[in-house]
Protein backbone atom coordinates (compact mmCIF):
# COMPACT_ATOMS: atom_id res chain seq x y z
CA UNK A 1 0.00 0.00 0.00
CA UNK A 2 1.32 3.28 -1.02
CA UNK A 3 2.63 5.66 2.12
CA UNK A 4 1.80 9.00 3.10
CA UNK A 5 4.30 10.73 1.43
CA UNK A 6 3.87 8.72 -1.87
CA UNK A 7 0.19 9.40 -1.99
CA UNK A 8 0.27 13.16 -1.41
CA UNK A 9 2.70 13.23 -3.98
CA UNK A 10 0.64 11.60 -6.25
CA UNK A 11 -1.98 14.01 -5.74
CA UNK A 12 0.02 17.14 -6.11
CA UNK A 13 1.50 15.81 -9.22
CA UNK A 14 -1.94 15.39 -10.82
CA UNK A 15 -3.31 18.77 -10.32
CA UNK A 16 -2.56 22.10 -11.88
CA UNK A 17 -3.01 25.76 -10.86
CA UNK A 18 -6.47 27.06 -12.77
CA UNK A 19 -6.97 30.13 -14.96
CA UNK A 20 -6.28 33.43 -13.87
CA UNK A 21 -8.90 36.35 -13.41
CA UNK A 22 -8.68 39.84 -12.43
CA UNK A 23 -10.37 40.80 -9.07
CA UNK A 24 -10.92 44.75 -7.46
CA UNK A 25 -8.35 45.00 -5.58
CA UNK A 26 -10.97 45.00 -2.76
CA UNK A 27 -11.39 41.36 -3.10
CA UNK A 28 -7.82 40.54 -3.83
CA UNK A 29 -6.24 40.01 -0.07
CA UNK A 30 -5.32 35.82 0.51
CA UNK A 31 -5.28 35.27 -3.35
CA UNK A 32 -1.91 34.34 -5.14
CA UNK A 33 -1.08 37.11 -7.63
CA UNK A 34 -0.87 35.61 -10.85
CA UNK A 35 1.45 37.61 -12.76
CA UNK A 36 4.50 40.08 -11.45
CA UNK A 37 3.77 43.09 -10.32
CA UNK A 38 6.55 46.26 -11.47
CA UNK A 39 6.75 49.37 -10.46
CA UNK A 40 4.93 52.25 -12.84
CA UNK A 41 7.16 54.70 -11.60
CA UNK A 42 9.04 56.02 -8.84
CA UNK A 43 7.84 55.84 -5.08
CA UNK A 44 8.51 58.41 -3.91
CA UNK A 45 7.39 60.50 -6.87
CA UNK A 46 9.19 63.19 -5.70
CA UNK A 47 11.66 63.84 -2.55
CA UNK A 48 9.30 65.02 -0.15
CA UNK A 49 10.00 65.82 3.77
CA UNK A 50 9.90 63.28 6.43
CA UNK A 51 8.64 65.62 8.90
CA UNK A 52 6.40 68.76 10.41
CA UNK A 53 8.73 71.43 10.01
CA UNK A 54 10.81 74.00 7.85
CA UNK A 55 12.46 73.76 4.27
CA UNK A 56 15.64 75.09 4.33
CA UNK A 57 18.74 75.37 2.84
CA UNK A 58 21.65 73.77 4.88
CA UNK A 59 24.46 75.70 3.93
CA UNK A 60 22.33 78.71 5.37
CA UNK A 61 22.42 76.82 9.00
CA UNK A 62 25.82 75.73 9.74
CA UNK A 63 25.45 76.99 13.06
CA UNK A 64 22.52 78.64 14.56
CA UNK A 65 20.03 80.56 12.52
CA UNK A 66 17.29 83.25 11.47
CA UNK A 67 15.64 82.63 8.43
CA UNK A 68 12.73 84.51 6.70
CA UNK A 69 9.00 82.58 6.11
CA UNK A 70 8.50 82.68 2.47
CA UNK A 71 5.87 80.07 2.12
CA UNK A 72 3.81 77.40 3.79
CA UNK A 73 3.21 74.10 2.17
CA UNK A 74 0.89 71.28 3.94
CA UNK A 75 0.89 67.80 2.69
CA UNK A 76 -1.24 67.85 -0.92
CA UNK A 77 -0.59 71.53 -1.47
CA UNK A 78 1.48 72.27 -4.89
CA UNK A 79 4.91 72.54 -4.53
CA UNK A 80 6.13 76.16 -3.36
CA UNK A 81 8.33 78.28 -5.21
CA UNK A 82 12.12 78.65 -5.27
CA UNK A 83 13.38 78.83 -1.81
CA UNK A 84 16.33 81.36 -1.82
CA UNK A 85 19.50 82.13 0.24
CA UNK A 86 18.40 83.36 4.08
CA UNK A 87 14.46 81.37 3.39
CA UNK A 88 12.59 78.79 4.55
CA UNK A 89 9.20 77.11 3.52
CA UNK A 90 7.37 75.64 6.38
CA UNK A 91 6.57 72.17 5.44
CA UNK A 92 4.17 69.29 6.60
CA UNK A 93 5.42 66.05 6.22
CA UNK A 94 4.90 64.01 3.21
CA UNK A 95 4.97 67.33 1.27
CA UNK A 96 7.23 67.76 -1.53
CA UNK A 97 10.33 69.39 -1.12
CA UNK A 98 10.92 73.35 -2.53
CA UNK A 99 13.64 73.38 -5.57
CA UNK A 100 16.54 75.39 -3.67
CA UNK A 101 16.35 73.44 -0.15
CA UNK A 102 18.09 70.23 1.13
CA UNK A 103 16.80 69.76 4.21
CA UNK A 104 14.22 70.02 6.56
CA UNK A 105 14.18 71.22 10.30
CA UNK A 106 11.37 69.27 12.90
CA UNK A 107 9.30 72.19 14.34
CA UNK A 108 11.17 70.87 17.74
CA UNK A 109 14.36 72.13 16.79
CA UNK A 110 13.10 75.71 16.00
CA UNK A 111 11.21 78.28 17.11
CA UNK A 112 8.92 80.58 15.14
CA UNK A 113 8.91 84.07 15.80
CA UNK A 114 7.08 86.72 13.67
CA UNK A 115 7.76 85.94 9.37
CA UNK A 116 11.05 84.33 10.69
CA UNK A 117 12.20 80.87 12.43
CA UNK A 118 15.08 80.71 14.67
CA UNK A 119 17.57 77.51 13.56
CA UNK A 120 18.88 76.38 16.54
CA UNK A 121 21.49 73.83 15.56
CA UNK A 122 23.35 73.36 12.70
CA UNK A 123 21.61 71.30 9.67
CA UNK A 124 23.26 68.35 7.63
CA UNK A 125 22.66 68.25 4.21
CA UNK A 126 19.63 65.80 3.00
CA UNK A 127 18.62 65.46 6.80
CA UNK A 128 14.74 64.94 6.95
CA UNK A 129 14.29 64.36 3.40
CA UNK A 130 12.35 61.12 1.59
CA UNK A 131 14.13 61.13 -1.51
CA UNK A 132 12.58 60.21 -4.97
CA UNK A 133 12.49 56.20 -5.74
CA UNK A 134 14.33 55.60 -2.59
CA UNK A 135 11.95 52.95 -2.04
CA UNK A 136 11.24 51.94 -5.21
CA UNK A 137 12.09 52.68 -8.95
CA UNK A 138 10.38 52.56 -12.03
CA UNK A 139 10.54 49.01 -13.41
CA UNK A 140 11.64 47.33 -10.67
CA UNK A 141 9.92 44.52 -9.55
CA UNK A 142 7.80 44.90 -6.41
CA UNK A 143 5.36 41.47 -6.48
CA UNK A 144 6.16 38.33 -7.66
CA UNK A 145 3.82 36.29 -9.47
CA UNK A 146 3.33 33.26 -6.96
CA UNK A 147 2.92 35.81 -3.88
CA UNK A 148 0.25 35.40 -1.73
CA UNK A 149 -1.09 38.61 -1.10
CA UNK A 150 -1.18 40.40 2.07
CA UNK A 151 -2.13 43.69 3.58
CA UNK A 152 1.73 45.00 2.73
CA UNK A 153 0.87 43.77 -0.66
CA UNK A 154 -2.48 45.40 -1.17
CA UNK A 155 -0.87 48.50 0.05
CA UNK A 156 1.61 48.19 -2.68
CA UNK A 157 -0.44 47.25 -5.58
CA UNK A 158 -2.84 50.37 -4.38
CA UNK A 159 0.32 53.20 -4.26
CA UNK A 160 1.05 51.60 -8.23
CA UNK A 161 -2.73 52.49 -8.70
CA UNK A 162 -4.08 49.27 -9.56
CA UNK A 163 -7.53 49.07 -8.63
CA UNK A 164 -7.48 45.40 -10.47
CA UNK A 165 -5.34 42.45 -9.80
CA UNK A 166 -4.68 39.69 -11.83
CA UNK A 167 -5.12 36.54 -9.32
CA UNK A 168 -5.19 33.06 -9.89
CA UNK A 169 -8.60 31.84 -10.30
CA UNK A 170 -10.69 30.08 -6.60
CA UNK A 171 -11.22 26.81 -7.54
CA UNK A 172 -14.61 25.42 -6.55
CA UNK A 173 -15.32 22.47 -4.96
CA UNK A 174 -18.48 20.05 -5.35
CA UNK A 175 -18.74 18.21 -1.63
CA UNK A 176 -21.26 14.98 -1.54
CA UNK A 177 -22.14 12.88 0.93
CA UNK A 178 -22.78 9.53 0.87
CA UNK A 179 -24.91 7.25 2.75
CA UNK A 180 -28.63 5.54 3.39
CA UNK A 181 -28.59 6.63 7.20
CA UNK A 182 -27.93 10.75 6.52
CA UNK A 183 -30.70 13.45 6.66
CA UNK A 184 -30.01 16.91 6.08
CA UNK A 185 -29.71 18.99 8.72
CA UNK A 186 -33.07 20.26 10.19
CA UNK A 187 -34.68 17.22 8.55
CA UNK A 188 -36.00 14.99 11.57
CA UNK A 189 -33.93 12.22 12.52
CA UNK A 190 -35.58 8.90 12.88
CA UNK A 191 -34.35 5.89 14.48
CA UNK A 192 -31.14 4.69 12.73
CA UNK A 193 -30.51 8.50 10.89
CA UNK A 194 -27.58 10.53 11.82
CA UNK A 195 -27.28 14.25 10.38
CA UNK A 196 -25.11 14.97 7.40
CA UNK A 197 -22.43 16.65 9.45
CA UNK A 198 -19.73 15.90 6.59
CA UNK A 199 -20.98 18.25 3.94
CA UNK A 200 -21.25 21.69 6.55
CA UNK A 201 -17.40 20.60 8.05
CA UNK A 202 -16.07 20.01 4.56
CA UNK A 203 -17.42 23.23 3.54
CA UNK A 204 -15.91 24.99 5.88
CA UNK A 205 -12.89 23.38 5.43
CA UNK A 206 -13.10 24.39 1.73
CA UNK A 207 -13.42 27.87 2.55
CA UNK A 208 -10.87 27.44 4.93
CA UNK A 209 -8.42 26.33 1.93
CA UNK A 210 -9.92 30.12 0.34
CA UNK A 211 -11.60 27.56 -2.01
CA UNK A 212 -15.63 27.92 -2.62
CA UNK A 213 -17.69 25.00 -2.12
CA UNK A 214 -21.02 23.84 -3.57
CA UNK A 215 -23.03 20.98 -1.61
CA UNK A 216 -24.59 18.83 -3.66
CA UNK A 217 -26.70 17.06 -0.39
CA UNK A 218 -26.76 13.65 0.00
CA UNK A 219 -26.73 10.13 -2.37
CA UNK A 220 -27.86 7.60 -0.70
CA UNK A 221 -26.03 4.18 -0.86
CA UNK A 222 -27.94 3.42 -4.21
CA UNK A 223 -26.06 3.61 -7.59
CA UNK A 224 -28.70 5.45 -9.52
CA UNK A 225 -28.56 8.65 -7.54
CA UNK A 226 -25.61 8.35 -6.83
CA UNK A 227 -24.17 8.91 -10.38
CA UNK A 228 -26.39 11.42 -11.27
CA UNK A 229 -25.36 13.32 -7.98
CA UNK A 230 -21.20 12.53 -8.60
CA UNK A 231 -22.14 13.60 -12.65
CA UNK A 232 -23.35 16.92 -11.17
CA UNK A 233 -20.01 17.12 -9.03
CA UNK A 234 -17.59 16.06 -11.83
CA UNK A 235 -18.38 19.87 -13.36
CA UNK A 236 -17.03 22.06 -10.67
CA UNK A 237 -13.37 22.16 -10.76
CA UNK A 238 -12.78 19.43 -8.14
CA UNK A 239 -15.01 17.28 -6.27
CA UNK A 240 -15.21 15.32 -2.61
CA UNK A 241 -17.24 12.31 -1.53
CA UNK A 242 -17.70 11.58 1.89
CA UNK A 243 -18.04 7.88 3.09
CA UNK A 244 -19.04 4.85 0.76
CA UNK A 245 -15.63 4.49 0.07
CA UNK A 246 -14.46 1.09 2.10
CA UNK A 247 -15.27 -2.15 1.60
CA UNK A 248 -19.07 -2.72 2.82
CA UNK A 249 -21.52 -4.41 0.77
CA UNK A 250 -22.84 -0.75 0.20
CA UNK A 251 -19.95 1.42 -0.59
CA UNK A 252 -20.25 1.91 -4.26
CA UNK A 253 -18.71 5.30 -4.74
CA UNK A 254 -15.68 4.02 -6.50
CA UNK A 255 -17.77 1.97 -8.55
CA UNK A 256 -19.60 4.87 -9.65
CA UNK A 257 -17.03 6.95 -10.40
CA UNK A 258 -15.49 4.86 -12.64
CA UNK A 259 -18.82 4.26 -14.68
CA UNK A 260 -18.60 7.88 -14.80
CA UNK A 261 -14.82 7.75 -16.51
CA UNK A 262 -12.83 8.97 -13.41
CA UNK A 263 -9.37 7.29 -13.85
CA UNK A 264 -8.33 5.92 -9.71
CA UNK A 265 -4.50 7.10 -9.16
CA UNK A 266 -4.96 4.84 -5.93
CA UNK A 267 -7.28 3.94 -3.40
CA UNK A 268 -6.30 2.46 0.28
CA UNK A 269 -2.61 4.96 1.99
CA UNK A 270 -1.01 3.07 4.93
CA UNK A 271 -2.64 5.70 7.15
CA UNK A 272 -4.32 5.88 10.70
CA UNK A 273 -7.60 7.60 10.15
CA UNK A 274 -7.95 7.96 6.83
CA UNK A 275 -6.74 4.53 5.18
CA UNK A 276 -10.10 3.83 2.54
CA UNK A 277 -9.00 7.42 0.72
CA UNK A 278 -9.74 6.53 -2.69
CA UNK A 279 -7.94 9.79 -5.38
CA UNK A 280 -8.69 9.90 -9.01
CA UNK A 281 -8.66 12.17 -12.01
CA UNK A 282 -11.35 13.18 -14.84
CA UNK A 283 -10.85 15.42 -17.30
CA UNK A 284 -8.05 17.13 -15.26
CA UNK A 285 -9.53 17.82 -12.55
CA UNK A 286 -9.05 15.91 -9.01
CA UNK A 287 -11.88 13.15 -7.06
CA UNK A 288 -11.23 12.95 -3.95
CA UNK A 289 -13.51 10.35 -1.88
CA UNK A 290 -13.33 11.00 1.54
CA UNK A 291 -13.82 8.28 4.26
CA UNK A 292 -17.29 9.40 5.64
CA UNK A 293 -15.81 9.27 9.60
CA UNK A 294 -16.08 12.94 10.71
CA UNK A 295 -12.42 12.97 12.39
CA UNK A 296 -11.44 10.89 9.20
CA UNK A 297 -12.93 12.80 6.11
CA UNK A 298 -11.62 16.39 8.07
CA UNK A 299 -7.93 14.97 8.67
CA UNK A 300 -7.76 13.32 4.80
CA UNK A 301 -8.59 16.71 3.94
CA UNK A 302 -6.44 18.58 5.68
CA UNK A 303 -3.35 16.13 4.73
CA UNK A 304 -4.86 15.71 1.02
CA UNK A 305 -7.29 17.62 -0.43
CA UNK A 306 -6.14 21.37 0.71
CA UNK A 307 -2.94 21.16 -0.19
CA UNK A 308 -4.32 19.98 -3.85
CA UNK A 309 -6.68 22.90 -3.43
CA UNK A 310 -3.60 25.27 -2.99
CA UNK A 311 -2.19 24.23 -5.85
CA UNK A 312 -4.93 24.36 -8.16
CA UNK A 313 -5.10 27.96 -6.66
CA UNK A 314 -1.59 29.49 -7.63
CA UNK A 315 0.31 28.74 -4.32
CA UNK A 316 3.94 28.03 -5.09
CA UNK A 317 4.56 25.70 -1.62
CA UNK A 318 1.03 24.24 -1.70
CA UNK A 319 2.22 22.24 1.52
CA UNK A 320 1.49 23.81 4.82
CA UNK A 321 5.22 23.54 6.63
CA UNK A 322 5.05 21.10 9.62
CA UNK A 323 6.44 23.01 13.02
CA UNK A 324 8.12 21.10 15.42
CA UNK A 325 6.42 20.23 19.11
CA UNK A 326 8.09 18.92 22.10
CA UNK A 327 5.27 16.03 23.53
CA UNK A 328 4.14 16.85 27.39
CA UNK A 329 3.50 13.49 27.30
CA UNK A 330 4.32 9.73 25.96
CA UNK A 331 2.43 8.42 23.04
CA UNK A 332 2.42 4.87 21.60
CA UNK A 333 1.12 3.83 18.60
CA UNK A 334 1.88 0.20 16.28
CA UNK A 335 4.44 -0.07 13.88
CA UNK A 336 3.06 -0.54 10.22
CA UNK A 337 1.33 3.15 9.44
CA UNK A 338 1.75 7.16 9.24
CA UNK A 339 -0.42 8.04 11.95
CA UNK A 340 -2.25 11.64 12.43
CA UNK A 341 -2.66 12.20 16.51
CA UNK A 342 -4.72 14.33 17.48
CA UNK A 343 -2.83 17.05 19.53
CA UNK A 344 -3.91 20.14 21.17
CA UNK A 345 -0.97 22.97 20.97
CA UNK A 346 0.42 25.61 23.50
CA UNK A 347 2.77 28.03 23.39
CA UNK A 348 5.23 27.77 26.65
CA UNK A 349 8.14 30.06 26.38
CA UNK A 350 7.81 30.73 22.88
CA UNK A 351 8.08 27.13 22.01
CA UNK A 352 5.46 24.38 21.20
CA UNK A 353 4.16 21.63 23.45
CA UNK A 354 2.12 19.09 22.36
CA UNK A 355 -0.75 17.50 24.39
CA UNK A 356 -2.63 14.69 23.19
CA UNK A 357 -6.19 15.98 22.67
CA UNK A 358 -7.67 12.54 24.15
CA UNK A 359 -9.11 9.45 22.94
CA UNK A 360 -7.78 8.98 19.26
CA UNK A 361 -10.88 6.36 18.08
CA UNK A 362 -11.49 7.64 14.50
CA UNK A 363 -15.47 8.06 15.83
CA UNK A 364 -14.45 10.27 18.66
CA UNK A 365 -14.95 13.57 16.91
CA UNK A 366 -14.57 15.34 20.83
CA UNK A 367 -10.87 15.26 20.27
CA UNK A 368 -10.84 17.14 17.00
CA UNK A 369 -12.90 19.76 18.49
CA UNK A 370 -9.90 20.05 21.36
CA UNK A 371 -7.31 19.34 18.74
CA UNK A 372 -5.55 22.02 16.98
CA UNK A 373 -2.61 20.48 15.68
CA UNK A 374 -2.17 17.12 13.90
CA UNK A 375 1.28 15.23 14.63
CA UNK A 376 2.64 13.56 11.93
CA UNK A 377 4.17 9.68 13.54
CA UNK A 378 6.12 8.07 11.21
CA UNK A 379 5.11 4.15 10.01
CA UNK A 380 7.70 2.06 11.88
CA UNK A 381 8.38 4.22 14.82
CA UNK A 382 6.25 3.10 18.25
CA UNK A 383 7.26 4.81 21.24
CA UNK A 384 7.32 8.53 21.42
CA UNK A 385 8.49 9.56 24.80
CA UNK A 386 7.79 13.03 26.92
CA UNK A 387 9.86 15.48 26.10
CA UNK A 388 10.78 14.05 22.35
CA UNK A 389 9.96 16.50 19.61
CA UNK A 390 7.32 15.54 17.18
CA UNK A 391 6.44 17.36 13.39
CA UNK A 392 2.96 19.04 13.61
CA UNK A 393 0.91 20.03 11.21
CA UNK A 394 -0.68 23.60 12.80
CA UNK A 395 -4.88 23.05 12.22
CA UNK A 396 -6.58 26.78 11.06
CA UNK A 397 -4.52 28.72 12.24
CA UNK A 398 -4.25 28.46 15.43
CA UNK A 399 -2.52 27.68 18.27
CA UNK A 400 -3.29 28.57 21.65
CA UNK A 401 -3.71 28.24 25.48
CA UNK A 402 -4.46 24.66 26.69
P1 LIG B 1 -18.53 4.86 5.88
O1 LIG B 1 -17.29 5.48 5.34
O2 LIG B 1 -19.66 4.90 4.91
O3 LIG B 1 -18.25 3.47 6.38
O4 LIG B 1 -18.96 5.71 7.14
C1 LIG B 1 -18.16 5.73 8.30
C2 LIG B 1 -18.87 6.41 9.43
O5 LIG B 1 -19.05 7.77 9.13
C3 LIG B 1 -20.26 5.87 9.73
O6 LIG B 1 -20.46 5.82 11.14
C4 LIG B 1 -21.15 6.89 9.10
O7 LIG B 1 -22.41 6.92 9.70
C5 LIG B 1 -20.40 8.17 9.31
N1 LIG B 1 -20.75 9.14 8.28
C6 LIG B 1 -20.75 8.89 6.96
N2 LIG B 1 -21.13 9.98 6.27
C7 LIG B 1 -21.34 10.95 7.18
C8 LIG B 1 -21.75 12.31 7.07
N3 LIG B 1 -21.99 12.86 5.89
N4 LIG B 1 -21.89 13.01 8.21
C9 LIG B 1 -21.63 12.44 9.39
N5 LIG B 1 -21.23 11.17 9.56
C10 LIG B 1 -21.11 10.42 8.46
MG1 LIG C 1 -21.56 4.00 4.62
Redesign the pocket.
Known amino acids: MLTFEEARGMVLANVAPLGRERVPITAASGRILAEDVRATRDMPQWDNSAMDGYAVRSADCAGPATLKLTGYQAAGDAVSPKVTHGCAVKIMTGSPIPEGCDAVVPFEETEEAGSSVNIHAPVRPRAHIRFRGEDVKTGDLVIPAGTALRPPEISMLASFGNAFVPVYRKARVAVL???D??VELGESLSSGK??????L?LAAAVEEAGAVPALLG?AP?EKEIMREKIAEGLKADALIT?????A?DR?FVREVLAELGVEQIFWGVNIKPGK?IAFGINNGKPVFAL????V??LITFEMFVRPALRKMMGHPKPLKPLVKATLAEPIRKKAGKTHFFRVRIVVEDGEYIAWTSGDQNT?ILRTMVHANGIAVLPSEKTVFEAGEKVDVCLLYQSAGTK
Open positions: STGELIVNSNSSIDSAGVSGDPPGNPSSG
